[in-house]
């Protein structure tokens, strides 16, 4: 068994590569916008990782947002919604718990 072991570095795609990422991401992820998919970043909060942009799943919301490729599956909705779904159900929680 590998114990402990490095994540192997994620490498540059080239722009055959990364339009076939980004076809492979769309048939599993249906929110992601054609074309916005971004190679490796060198630096900043998203430093050696694959980006994409997403389309809010809230009906009428339209907002985009950029997330991380590995994120897709968690991220749905824009960080304004997160954050009113993540308040609605902690009110739906205490009332349940009442
Ligand atoms: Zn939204």
Known sequence: MATATLKPKKK???KDELKDAETT???KYKHVIPGTLKNLAA???WSGKRTVKI???TPRCGNERK?????LAQV???ERCTLRRRRQRRHHAQ???K
């Open 12 to 14: 540059r795609l080239n």
């Open 25 to 27: 991401l769309r048939k």
């Open 43 to 45: 630096v900043g909060n």
């Open 55 to 57: 389309k809010c799943a």
């Open 67 to 71: 997330v991380a490729t590995s994120d």
């Open 76 to 78: 749905r909705y824009c």
């Open 95 to 97: 009332l349940r718990a």
